[in-house]
């Protein structure tokens, strides 16, 4: 099952995240390292939740529930709007997704649940009047790679600087209405 992830669940939330955070292409998958993630207090995580709950701050976040109650997998919607500056300085030209921290765990990869997750966002974004719905990946992280395109994610073209790693850059890719 897809759905919102609830202000309550903020443990769960921090749990995944920590486990996205030790897989092996964390380092170019995510802007964040698990000691920095590990060493938040709880009220960040539990601000961060509830925002995504909510999907009032500008965020939804989506996780894939297994029947057992297990979290197998997430995506998080962040909104961008026309007029604005995204995350990494470049100005945001029309309203927009943002899809951030995808992560499915290994033994449900290969099975349609990042596919699920995946439409779950965009028929979030598409029903909040989104004109597109963009992604950034690291150009070595393969396996993404892979499933965005399958997913109907094409390079626009612009690439943003990684912060700290002088000449290494991150593809934006965007899927439009």
Do not use: C
């Not at 033994?107 to 004109?131: C, I, P, Q, S």
């Amino acid at each position: 099952m897809i759905r919102p992830v609830r202000a309550e669940e903020w443990p769960a939330v921090k749990g995944l995240r920590l486990i996205a955070l030790r897989d092996p292409v964390a380092h170019i998958a995510f802007l964040d390292t698990y000691e920095t993630a590990v060493a938040r207090p709880d009220t960040y995580w539990q601000e961060r939740t509830a925002g995504a709950a909510e999907g009032a701050g500008g965020v939804r976040q989506f996780i894939a529930e297994t029947a057992d109650g297990t979290w197998a997998g997430t995506v998080a919607v962040l909104v961008e709007e026309a007029g604005t500056t995204d995350w990494a300085g470049f100005p945001v030209e029309r309203r927009q997704g943002h899809l951030a921290g995808v992560y499915v765990r290994p033994e449900h990869r290969g099975n349609g649940l990042t596919k699920a997750l995946f439409e779950v966002a965009l028929e979030w974004a598409w029903a909040r009047g989104m004109e597109r719905v963009r992604l950034i990946v690291h150009p070595e992280n393969g396996r993404a790679l892979g499933f965005y395109r399958k997913a109907g994610f094409v390079e626009s073209g612009v690439t943003v600087p990684l912060a700290g790693n002088p000449g290494e850059h991150e593809l934006e890719m965007v899927v439009e209405r």
